[in-house]
């Protein structure tokens, strides 16, 4: 009988093979699906294009003012991006710009070397950019999108929740007309609570309305509009535009009111014209200090884009490349740099309305490149009344849905430690930041992660009655006998839990005083390390003196092939056997320990 895949050799069975790209196709996705691209596809990703440009538009305004930039800022980094995007990422549907949480890290980063509105700040947020891209194009070529890993599920949804607390507190001085600082949560509130007497009622006016309107056309207008006839896909798609609605009557209602004249900020300005070309620094001491910040952006971007790309990718049986996909998004931050914009990334909310609008290629995403460019030439000039509060109203609502109040919950129940990881990234983010919570966030999950590994989980095991398994005794009711001790060690065996297996074993030996056989049960064990290997030395050892055999089952080869190079298994005081059931067969009607190690002659190996 043959070892060999059933789709390698003849007619495949059930999936078809997929095609392999070439090297070249492999760092230029754009020739992989451009080879298919057609008038319909072309369709499609246009109508997409149209409706993520529509709803681009005031998101870029809005989170260009939550990094403390220019509006303007924020178009020049949905161009250039999203045209290095189509050629370097591998996601299909993944829209690429400011998002939320990298906002909110750029103001950190470059208010930490410079006062908002000078030159040197804008300078340092285009260093950023050109740092991460940098760095993220650097990993890719290196294929460690494994790097991801390091930042765990309750770290990352943690980082998030908190810093949608921070971004929507930020922004209530803009509904309110007022001046505020602070870094974290506590002085953001300290902030509003003194200049609680200083709001404008007319700025008031202005960002109430446009808030409670932008909450309910997320829940609310979907539904009025399928009433109204609309088809569900259709009145979703439109739903998503509802923050436009809310610009157009804001606008209008600065014009009419006079709401300048009443002290309400106003955009104001907005420079004309395509995005200037502009170089990063080289001030090595400004690189110097913006470096840490840059590579939190990159990891924290990079996992927020993937985790939106492969999600919309399982939707339609595609798949992205991840290493791809860390070029592909330093090919973009690097062309924010050099068009003036500061650090992006893939975003959740644009990302899904481009799926659903039907976009089939990156190709949509340079299409949305050249209606944000349009926008740039020739709609600039009617955004100078927009009101600062009806941005700031955007943002609010766009970030308070990323605090998550479920997942604590739910990670109490599961995991403790899981939790503790969750809640300190939380309250580190709240309390001193976002760069300290994401490198605490970071540190408390791997140590978590070391703790839990140096305390592996083991069990005492017996055979199930009338079966051949063996299972936990304090879980099930099963057979042992007296003289036989089965431990099945559930981890690799590494210098992180070798002492502790070797002190859990001589302690379940010294409860039992009638034990003559010790069996490891390995079938969970992938790998044994050095110092694994020496605990099993020193166990083997100390129960030769005790006159108690020391038996392996179930060793993986890999495992088996490694200890074969090495003295144990000539000095091991008993078998290795094949399977579990064997050696307890054999070991439980032999009441004595052995006199001598066994030959391998006689060792029933793997």
Known sequence: MSDSNPGSAGQPSGLPRRHKPGLLAQYLPILEWGRTYNGSVLTNDLVAAIIVTIMLIPQSLAYALLAGLPPVVGLYASILPLVAY???GTSRTLAVGPVAVVSLMTASAAGAVAAQGTELYLEAAITLAALSGVMLAVLGFLRMGFLANLLSHPVISGFITASGILIATSQVKHILGVSAGGDNWPEMLGGLAAAIDAINPWTLAVGIPATLFLFWVRKGLKPSLVKLGLTPRAADIAAKAGPVIAVVATILAAVGLDLEDRGVNLVGAIPQGLPPFALPS????????????????????FVESVSVAQTLAAKRRQRIAPNQELIG???????????GGYPVTGGFARSVVNFDAGAETPAAGAYTAVGIALAGLFLTPLLYSLPIATLAATIIVAVLSLVDLKTPG??????????AAH??????TLLAGVELGVIAGVGVGLLLYLWRASRPHAAIVGRVPETEHFRNVDRHRVFTVPHVLSIR????LTYLNARWLEEYVLEEIADRPDVRHVILMCSAV????????????AINHRLIDAGIGLHLSEVKGPVMDRLKRTHFVDELNGQVFMSQNRAFRELATNGGPPAEPIPDAARGMI
């Open 489 to 492: 060690i559930d981890e690799s």
């Open 329 to 339: 998004l330093g090919a973009s931050n690097i062309a924010s740099a050099f068009s």
């Open 423 to 428: 809640m300190a990234t939380i309250a580190i």
């Open 526 to 537: 992938n790998e044994i390390d050095a110092s694994g290997l020496e605990s099993l030395e």
């Open 282 to 301: 080289t001030d090595l001491g400004l690189i110097g200090q913006l470096w840490v910040p840059a590579l939190l952006i990159s990891i924290i971007g």
């Open 86 to 88: 189509a050629i370097f």
């Open 410 to 419: 739910q990670l109490w129940n599961y995991s403790k430690a899981d939790f």
